[in-house]
């Protein structure tokens, strides 16, 4: 299975700053997701990263307020950007792992980025 | 309706009881399914999955899917205060690789 580590594991910032969060995996990965999970919601994913090319956003998320870098097969970055008080969450990365299944891709969450916009 | 529903709870239950957790979907063409499990302040890890009609049984945990009626259930047995967690449901369509998932079921095991 595929280990995951996110920087910073928590922040507090003033609204209207940026934060870049990284997230490393030991081993190569086509596929990288980055996930938002608000207090008592779902994970609700913000972005599909591959190498190479723009990231995939999902409906709500935009590229100008979450940027996404992936420079190569183990790292990419997320940046919240503009941040306001709505933007407190906890911000995983994940990968998959085709491991388990030729049809059943398993999700390795990496520990999370706690975030406090004051 | 939402994609993938599941009651917030918490759900309470005894040391060594059963524990029953569900999840319904809306998508006719879901065919993959999770259960994973996350502790207050860790990141989510899956613990079963399914994929076919019927139980599916790992240990102390059993998946139970039924996609006529669009639910998939999770049965923990002879339950620790271990397992108290949030439980979340997740849901693959057919040729996707990126999951739905519910907003979990926070599950408490007393002594």
């Known amino acids: 299975s595929a280990v995951i580590s996110q920087k910073p594991s928590r922040d507090i910032c003033q609204r209207g700053t940026s934060l870049t969060i990284q997230c490393q995996v030991d081993?190569?990965?086509?596929?990288m997701f980055w996930y938002r999970q608000q207090p008592g919601q779902s994970l609700t994913l913000i972005a599909t990263?591959?190498?190479?090319?723009?990231?995939?956003?999902e409906s709500g998320f935009v590229i100008d307020k979450f940027p996404i870098s992936r420079p190569n097969l183990t790292f990419s970055t997320l940046t919240v950007s503009n941040m306001s008080p709505e933007d407190s969450s906890i911000y995983l990365c994940?990968?998959?792992?085709?491991?388990?299944?030729?049809?059943?891709?398993?999700?390795?969450f990496g520990p999370g980025t706690r975030l406090t916009v004051l | 309706q939402k994609e993938v529903e599941q009651n917030s709870g918490p759900l309470s239950v005894p040391e060594g009881a059963i524990a029953s957790l569900n999840c319904t979907y809306s998508?006719?063409?879901?065919?993959?399914f999770f259960w994973y499990r996350q502790y207050s302040g860790k990141s989510p890890e899956l613990i079963m999955f399914?994929?076919?009609?019927g139980d599916k049984e790992d240990g102390r945990f059993t998946a139970q899917l039924n996609k006529a009626s669009q639910y998939v259930s999770l049965l923990i047995r002879d339950s620790q205060p271990s397992d108290s967690a949030t439980y979340l449901c997740?849901?693959?369509?057919?040729?996707?690789?990126?999951?739905?998932f519910g907003r979990g079921t926070s599950l408490i095991v007393h002594p």
């Open positions: 994940s990968v998959e792992d085709p491991g388990i299944g030729a049809d059943l891709d398993e999700q390795f």
């Open positions: 081993s190569q990965v086509t596929m």
């Open positions: 990263a591959n190498q190479g090319s723009e990231a995939t956003y």
């Open positions: 998508d006719r063409g879901s065919q993959s």
């Open positions: 399914i994929y076919s009609n």
């Open positions: 997740a849901v693959n369509r057919g040729g996707s690789y990126i999951p739905t």
